[in-house]
């Protein structure tokens, strides 16, 4: 069974501060998928990041970094220098190996206030 | 030009009625998804298409009725709905409906149903 766990459901902070969203997974695949989407006020999944399970590096893209550890099931994401266009709601997802679905976790509502 | 496109955005009906969602994909993909988000739920994966042959149903009600007449449309025709259908119902497509493929999702319809 796959699962995804974002303990997280709403976070507020000020702009400028950093801000970390928990993402944490079940699988028993050793081959599976992990990413992040992000969804404004639009609607619209934004599509940020993926990552495979044997691909433990660390990744910075501008202001978000993401950090995988494959120890902990975890695969956390954080905003450096939060801004109020980063408020959305952020998913994390996992993917299985075979005909296997897209799991999403329930999301974490991040507010920046200006 | 926006990957993946969904109309109407929003949607009121009545349980008695009958209409359509529809789908557009400018990305060449092969593969395309219906969604549904309701609120405090995970989002959860209705139907997958891959190469207009569907692939997965998952346990959907039959009032809800999906339509892949090519790789770039997907449609989902509602009838006889109850309010609890109430949601937003995201498309996505992704190249193949492969573990390494990545899904981009289309702004959302936003379902009412009365």
């Known amino acids: 069974a796959q699962k995804v766990t974002q303990a997280q459901t709403e976070i507020s902070v000020v702009e400028k501060e950093d801000v970390t969203l928990d993402c944490v997974y079940e699988?028993?695949?050793?081959?599976?998928?992990l990413f992040w989407y992000k969804q404004p006020p639009s609607g619209e999944l934004v599509f940020l990041i993926r990552r495979n399970s044997f691909d433990e590096q660390n990744e910075i893209s501008g202001r978000y970094s993401w950090n995988f550890q494959k120890s902990t099931s975890s695969f956390n994401f954080t905003i450096t220098a939060s801004q109020v266009v980063d408020s959305a709601v952020y998913f994390c997802?996992?993917?299985?190996?075979?005909?296997?679905?897209?799991?999403f976790g329930k999301g974490t509502r991040l507010s920046v206030i200006a | 030009e926006t990957g993946v496109t969904q109309t109407p955005r929003h949607l009121v009906m009545g349980m008695t009625n009958k209409k359509s969602l529809k789908c557009e994909q400018h990305?060449?993909?092969?593969?395309m998804y219906w969604y549904k988000q309701s609120a405090k739920k995970p989002l959860e994966l209705m139907f997958v298409?891959?190469?207009?042959?569907?692939?997965e149903n998952n346990s959907v009600p039959s009032r809800f009725s999906p339509e892949c007449p090519n790789s770039s449309h997907l449609f989902l025709h509602l009838h006889t709905l109850q309010p609890e259908d109430s949601a937003l119902y995201l498309c996505?497509?992704?190249?193949?409906?492969?573990?390494?493929?990545?899904?981009?999702f289309g702004p959302g319809t936003r379902l009412t149903v009365l």
């Open positions: 699988t028993r695949d050793t081959t599976y998928y």
């Open positions: 996505a497509s992704s190249q193949d409906a492969e573990l390494t493929d990545t899904q981009y």
């Open positions: 298409y891959s190469l207009e042959e569907r692939v």
């Open positions: 990305l060449g993909h092969n593969a």
């Open positions: 997802a996992l993917r299985n190996s075979g005909n296997t679905p897209l799991v």
